[in-house]
């Protein structure tokens, strides 16, 4: 299976626009035979206080907003896993929304580590979740979650074949982020997908660091800052 990581830099409660350049880079990672394409933390809906603290800019996973990256995911044929704020009935989360090449729109995951002022806008998750792709299992993580061992053990268990992480670190973090992921990878010898946010949005400043780690932990992409692809068989 052929995966992709996305990076990019997210405008803040600009949801038009993020999905444009999702779809973008989703068209673009089909045409390298990608069948997953997986994209950064709150990427649709920029990660930022300014995207967080008002109302969510994503309410509706049926509405037009996602239009673009379905026509994208039907087009390539890939599986699209994006993370965003979300709205929940009477709460926030952050999420994952995973559309599929039929059109299907799910949000099967919800980040249970929240971090730093994340618990002033959002509920965190109560349950683990996998997806289904080409009769592989991949476990789904947002951020913090992949820094506690338990949330890849739990994946692993569940028979997961590679972990799938949305994640925006900040300056000074690039170590922890590779020691992080390369350190799941090799605890339950699977893959490994990293997708990190890059650049500026709103008043944050976020330093890419894209990754596809394989079962020796070794690096077999990785980026630096920057908008671009990084892409592996797995």
Known sequence: MIVAAAQAEARAADLAHNAATAARLTREAGERGARVVVFPEAFLTGYDASAFAGPP????LRGVDLDPLRAA???TGATVVASTALRRDAHRTLAMVVIGPDGSTTAPYDKQHLDGAEPDWFAPGDHPASI????????LSICRDGSIPEHAAIAAASGATAYL????????????????YAARALDHRFPVVVSALTGRCGGQEF???SAIYGPDAEALV????GE???VAEI
């Open 165 to 180: 992480a949305s994640v925006a670190y900040f300056p000074g973090g690039a170590r922890r982020l590779d020691v992080t």
């Open 57 to 60: 800019t994503l309410a509706d």
């Open 73 to 75: 995911a039907a087009d």
């Open 207 to 209: 330093i890419g660091g």
């Open 228 to 230: 671009g692809l990084a």
């Open 222 to 225: 990785r980026l630096d800052a």
């Open 132 to 139: 289904t792709v080409d009769g592989r299992l991949l476990a």
